[in-house]
């Protein structure tokens, strides 16, 4: 039976990438007190105001993320939303990924990574990134998910 995209939910994918799994758990002054799944929560939440579905993963693991990618590419996703952690400034392979989308990508970090350590400001990813958004706590994955919800209505 053929399926009618029209009438399926855009999907987005939200992926973080290693320790966040941590979340809520380790430097609450740092990042927080929420936890991994109430930010899953969240961006479910956020998602679904604007008719959104959501694929929320997280990973330790470079080449999944990578895989991760490539599924949401080969799925049509409609945008992607990349928190990647460590991978920030280390991986061109997620980088080589994220430029073979044509759907947005927002990159999102919990803190402002320009107000840390130097060897934090430079963001492979960023080159591949329609928008970044920093410095906001988890509400930056809320802005993040509105940003590329008010993209992706644009492009219909
Ligand atoms: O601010 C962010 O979201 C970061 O992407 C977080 C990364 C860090 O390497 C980036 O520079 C900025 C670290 C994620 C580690 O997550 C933890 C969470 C709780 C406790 C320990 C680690």
């Given at each position: 039976?053929?399926?009618?995209?029209?009438?399926?939910?855009?999907?987005?994918?939200?992926?973080?990438?290693?320790?966040?799994?941590?979340?809520?758990?380790?430097?609450?002054?740092?990042?927080?007190?929420?936890?991994?799944?109430?930010?899953?929560k969240?961006?479910?939440?956020?998602?679904k105001?604007?008719?959104?579905?959501?694929?929320?993963r997280?990973?330790?693991?470079e080449?999944?993320i990578?895989?991760?990618?490539?599924?949401?590419?080969?799925?049509?996703?409609?945008?992607?939303?990349?928190?990647?952690?460590?991978?920030t400034?280390?991986?061109?392979?997620?980088l080589?990924?994220?430029?073979?989308?044509?759907?947005?990508?927002?990159e999102?970090?919990?803190?402002?990574?320009?107000?840390?350590?130097q060897?934090?400001?430079?963001?492979?990813?960023?080159?591949?990134?329609?928008?970044?958004?920093c410095?906001?706590?988890?509400?930056?994955?809320?802005?993040?998910?509105?940003?590329?919800?008010a993209?992706?209505?644009?492009?219909?």
């Amino acid at each position: 039976m053929p399926v009618d995209l029209g009438k399926m939910a855009k999907t987005v994918y939200v992926l973080n990438g290693p320790n966040l799994n941590l979340l809520g758990t380790r430097e609450p002054d740092l990042y927080g007190r929420a936890t991994l799944r109430e930010v899953e929560k969240l961006c479910r939440t956020t998602a679904k105001r604007h008719g959104l579905a959501v694929q929320f993963r997280q990973s330790n693991h470079e080449g999944e993320i990578v895989d991760w990618i490539q599924e949401a590419c080969a799925k049509k996703a409609a945008g992607l939303v990349i928190n990647p952690a460590g991978y920030t400034t280390t991986s061109i392979a997620i980088l080589d990924a994220l430029l073979t989308m044509e759907a947005p990508v927002i990159e999102v970090h919990i803190t402002n990574i320009h107000t840390r350590e130097q060897f934090r400001r430079r963001s492979y990813v960023s080159q591949a990134a329609r928008a970044v958004v920093c410095g906001f706590g988890i509400r930056g994955y809320a802005l993040a998910i509105d940003g590329l919800a008010a993209i992706i209505e644009a492009k219909d």
